[in-house]
């Protein structure tokens, strides 16, 4: 869907439907005569991301769009109410909103622009592949309209950007397993870097084996499909640091022999959530163009029952030399991750930031809605939240506490994948820790936010894509930690 840039104060005549900011306490508009009292008759409160229709004389619809309070209008409040806004207008085919026109004078017309355009085109989004009537909406044109010239024509551009690419992550984690396989993975990420312009490897079982990756081996054995290693590279002239993204790409968790219930499994093709983010955040760079090297790996498997598979008690080594002993094969994320971060490590990248949808205890410590952010460097750290900030995703700081540690120590190996229940996000973090060596590294637990069971604010029901828009937001700030 085509999201343009208009310059004039109000909508072109030819839409079907014009949304108008309403901040509480504040004239409406602009874009449309609407009166306050109007709006307080109907129970309007202004509250971010509250609609209200109303039909005008010439069979169009005005729809006043809720801003909340006017002093703390920012860009996750605008993404927010252009998101709610195009909702309320899903059955119109041509969309404009003046929303650009709330943003107060200190936010910049370019951010304000771009949380606009992503919020529109985010929420427009629907999964349609496998239904026969399946229109994903019946929006074929929106306009951003307002002041900022063209800093906000190219904020329009950027949001249009963005939103297609965490789409395409959408349309990744939503696709079945069984035709988002990790050759399909593949396939998609090596389209990706000849379309934008990036380096792309792919090693296929035997590299995999030959270059000891043993983690993403053992996952691996107890599935007819073969295993993948992508890494992508986009290298700009006069980078001065270099990043890496690491993303968690189990293309299908059914737990292996410690094997998930069934309704545990109902949801486990998303269990590649962190490589789409990764691939799309990637794909953004070369149109972005920060001064900064990005590599991106995701290590690709499925992890599956057979007789081929892992079992309890085995132990392998990992790229990094370290033995590992597997308790449960269920703890499979962090076994193919070991091995990506220790690639990432030797690569002697300036920081690392991994995403894996990882634990359930993520989930249970901090909702669907906000990721867990972990890691051994505080500035690092500082900057990857920031990052997140800025892309209204949220994240909460958790600990690696040390004392913990001993909690994954073997009876057999150098460190085995299981601890105790409690602070299940913790000990999968500490022991990602232990395969970057000294690199600044953070890691976010997405296991709860990479999928929605509601639409809410940008996020549609399914894949959300979420952690896209942090990576490119992390890679655009870089400074060496
Ligand atoms: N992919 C799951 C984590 C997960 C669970 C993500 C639910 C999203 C929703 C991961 O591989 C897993 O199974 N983790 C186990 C670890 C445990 C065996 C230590 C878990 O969280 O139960
Ligand atoms: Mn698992
Ligand atoms: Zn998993």
Request: hydrophobic fraction near 45%; proline fraction near 6%; charge should be negative.
């Amino acid at each position: 869907m085509p999201i343009a840039f208009s310059h004039a104060r109000h909508a072109p005549a030819d839409v079907d439907v014009l949304g108008v900011p309403v901040a509480q306490g504040e004239p409406p508009g602009p874009g449309a005569e609407l009166s306050d009292a109007f709006l307080a008759e109907r129970g309007f409160e202004a509250k971010v991301g509250e609609t209200l229709a109303i039909p005008d004389e010439q069979g169009g619809t005005v729809i006043a769009v809720g801003v909340g309070d006017p002093s703390a209008i920012d860009a996750t409040v605008l993404r927010k109410a252009a998101a709610a806004f195009t909702r309320a207008a899903w059955k119109d085919a041509s969309i404009a909103t003046t929303l650009l026109d709330a943003a107060p004078p200190g936010l910049d017309r370019g951010v304000a622009a771009q949380a606009v355009a992503e919020g529109i085109g985010l929420a427009a989004y629907r999964f349609t592949r496998y239904k026969a009537d399946g229109k994903a909406s019946r929006i074929r044109s929106a306009v951003v309209a307002g002041s900022g010239g063209a800093k906000a024509s190219a904020g329009v551009e950027r949001g249009a950007r963005v939103a297609t690419a965490v789409n395409a992550a959408r349309d990744l984690i939503n696709t079945p397993a069984s035709d988002m396989t990790p050759r399909k993975l593949a396939a998609f990420a090596t389209d990706v870097a000849k379309r934008e312009g990036l380096d792309v490897t792919v090693w296929d079982e035997k590299t995999i084996a030959k270059e000891k990756l043993g983690g993403l081996v053992s996952v691996a054995k107890g599935s007819d499909e073969p295993p993948r290693l992508i890494r992508l590279e986009y290298n700009p002239p006069g980078a001065r640091a270099t990043l890496a993204f690491v993303g968690k790409g189990i293309t299908f968790d059914s737990g292996g022999l410690s094997i998930k219930t069934a309704y545990g499994m109902e949801t486990m093709k998303t269990d590649m959530s962190g490589a789409a983010a990764v691939l799309s955040a990637m794909s953004l760079l070369p149109a972005f163009a920060p001064k900064v090297r990005v590599i991106g790996i995701v290590p690709a498997t499925e992890n599956m029952p057979s007789g081929h598979a892992i079992k309890p008690g085995d132990v392998f080594a990992a790229r990094n030399g370290k033995t590992v002993e597997v308790l449960n094969t269920d703890a499979e994320g962090r076994l193919v991750l070991a091995d990506a971060l220790s690639l990432a490590a030797e690569a002697e990248v300036d920081a690392i930031v991994d995403l894996a949808t990882l634990t359930g205890a993520c989930q249970i410590a901090l909702g669907l809605k906000i990721a867990g952010l972990m890691g051994n460097n505080d500035g690092w750290i500082d900057q990857v939240r920031g990052a997140a900030d800025r892309a209204g995703e949220a994240v909460w700081h958790l600990p690696l506490p040390s004392a913990y540690r001993k909690h994954i120590d073997s009876d057999v190996a150098d460190i085995k994948n299981v601890g105790p229940r409690y602070g299940g996000a913790l000990t999968a973090g500490l022991f990602l820790q232990e395969f970057v060596g000294d690199v600044p590294w953070a890691h976010l637990d997405i296991a709860g936010p990479a999928r929605s069971d509601d639409e809410d604010g940008w996020t549609v029901k399914g894949g959300t894509g979420f952690g896209v828009r942090t990576l490119l937001e992390t890679a655009l700030k870089f400074k060496k930690p």
